[in-house]
């Protein structure tokens, strides 16, 4: 009942700038938090950025200062300005929310969802 699809990926130059977006449809009626997520190779997959509803934001340590995540309440879309990207910023980005929609059979479901994810490149 929901789907999320991601943009905006790519390569860039350190010290370069990107920015991601993601986009959730579906029958959706309440979204609580969205957020982005990313997983390098061989590494597990971390938090990058969240925000709630009542716009209260989390950023992981290492992207505090550079990375913004923002969201249309209005639009089910959240992204994620990048800049300063360094090396080490190069993964597999994923959207991630938590959100209610309601079933085929009249239900309201709650729920995590994920995006497919994109690429960050980050490499001179």
């Known amino acids: 009942q929901v789907q999320l699809v991601e943009s905006g990926g790519g390569l860039v130059q350190p010290g370069g700038s990107l920015k991601l977006s993601c986009a959730a449809s579906?029958?959706?009626?309440?979204?609580?938090?969205m957020g982005w997520y990313r997983q390098a190779p061989g590494k597990e997959r971390e938090m990058v950025a969240s925000?709630?509803?009542?716009?209260?934001?989390v950023y992981a340590d290492s992207v505090k200062g550079r990375f913004t995540i923002s969201r249309d309440n209005a639009k089910n879309t959240v992204s994620l300005e990048m800049n300063s990207l360094k090396p080490e910023d190069t993964a597999v980005y994923y959207c991630?929310?938590?959100?209610?929609?309601?079933?085929?059979?009249?239900?309201?479901?709650?729920?995590?969802?994920w995006g497919q994810g994109t690429q960050v490149t980050v490499s001179s």
């Open positions: 991630n929310i938590d959100a209610c929609s309601t079933t085929s059979r009249g239900y309201s479901s709650c729920q995590n969802h």
């Open positions: 925000r709630s509803e009542d716009t209260s934001t």
């Open positions: 579906g029958t959706i009626f309440k979204i609580n938090r």
